[in-house]
């Protein structure tokens, strides 16, 4: 796809390289003392976080468990030119889902199907790494969305996953966008997961499609398919995995959205870039300005939306 050679000026020693991944998109692999992680540069895409720190509570050693990572991908995943990578966090910009008004238009926007550029490596003094992705407006993205723009991808590996979205209008004139971090976590049993911190937010149901809002009523377990968008979600949400004992914090600013999605049986089978039993494995909860929370980035001016991922 690119020249490998041209992206070995950001290797860190001992921590990172640029090494080519599948379909020969060019990969950035991280390796410090808190976690392992790979970013694909292709859609600015992180596919695998590996937290090397175990919680004091299950009274483990500083150890990697090589299967234990919280993000999920396909088995059947594209690695493919033009097609999105199904799984990891896929950056869903300048829209999120199906724009309505552009029924032609690749479904969450495009960037998440081309190559970014790779800006800056960094190992930061608290000995996480810092990598900085950036994509601006091209003739080629004109031709889907005319506006000016650079989209900023800052990604901390640390103790946490944290990755920040900065959007900025580099024209003339103001634009609107919805976007998400579209998170696949990867979990060992749906049935055994429980999200909460949305007990009482009002969404949309997508699975119905009705435009009714609907009243979240306790936590979320996954037992159907759900496509949710909930309106102003709380900044914080935690994910329970009682099969693995694992919680995942997730922090988030910039967002009053927050989607949940399992595809479940049916789309699971039906979609070309899931295995029959994806549905088991993951489920998304995502940082999203969506819905009715659209931003308007005026000239010259930026938005950003911001998330962690903290393992206990
Ligand atoms: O965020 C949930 C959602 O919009 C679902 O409706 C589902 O289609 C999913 O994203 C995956 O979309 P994709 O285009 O990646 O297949």
New binding site residues.
């Given amino acids: 796809m690119s020249n490998i050679s041209s992206f070995q000026a950001f290797a860190l020693k001992d921590e990172l390289t640029v090494t080519e991944g599948k379909g020969r998109f060019p990969q950035i692999n991280i390796d410090n003392d808190y976690a392992s992680s790979i970013i694909s540069i292709y859609g600015a895409q992180v596919l695998s976080f590996k937290s090397k720190l175990k919680s004091e509570s299950k009274q483990e050693s500083k150890q990697e468990n090589p299967n234990d990572d919280l993000l999920f991908v396909s088995d059947a995943a594209y690695f493919e030119q033009g097609k ?1 990578i ?1 799984g990891g966090i ?1 950056i ?1 910009w300048p829209w ?2 199906k724009d309505e008004s552009k029924p032609d238009k690749p ?2 926007g495009f960037v998440r199907s081309m190559l970014w550029e790779l800006n800056e490596t960094k190992s930061l003094s608290d000995g996480s790494t810092q990598v900085v992705l950036s994509i601006s407006d091209s003739a080629e993205t004109r031709k889907l969305w005319s506006h000016h723009f650079k989209l900023t991808l800052t990604i901390v590996v640390g103790k946490t996953l944290h990755l920040s979205l900065r959007s900025e209008n580099t024209g003339e004139i103001p634009f609107e966008i919805t976007q ?1 971090l ?1 998170t696949y976590f990867s979990v060992p049993d749906i049935t055994q997961v429980e999200l909460k911190g949305l007990d009482q937010v009002n969404y949309l149901d ?1 699975v119905t499609g009705a435009k009714k809002i609907e009243l979240q009523v306790g936590d979320i377990s996954i037992n159907q398919e759900v ?1 949710r968008i909930y309106l102003d979600s709380p900044a914080k949400l935690t994910l329970i995995d009682s099969l693995s004992e694992k919680e995942i914090t997730i922090k988030s600013s910039g967002n009053k959205t927050a ?1 949940v ?1 399992n ?1 479940w049986i049916t789309i699971s089978k039906n ?1 070309g ?1 899931l295995t029959d039993d994806a549905y088991q494995q993951f489920i ?1 909860v ?1 940082t999203a300005n969506a819905a009715d929370d659209t931003v308007v980035i005026d000239s010259g001016k930026s938005h950003t939306i911001a998330v962690e991922y903290t393992i206990s």
Avoid: I, T
Wanted: charged share 25%; hydrophobic share 30%.
């Fill in positions: 999105a199904k896929p869903c999120f889902g479904m969450h998400a579209h997508k496509d989607v999605w595809p979609s870039d998304c995502e």
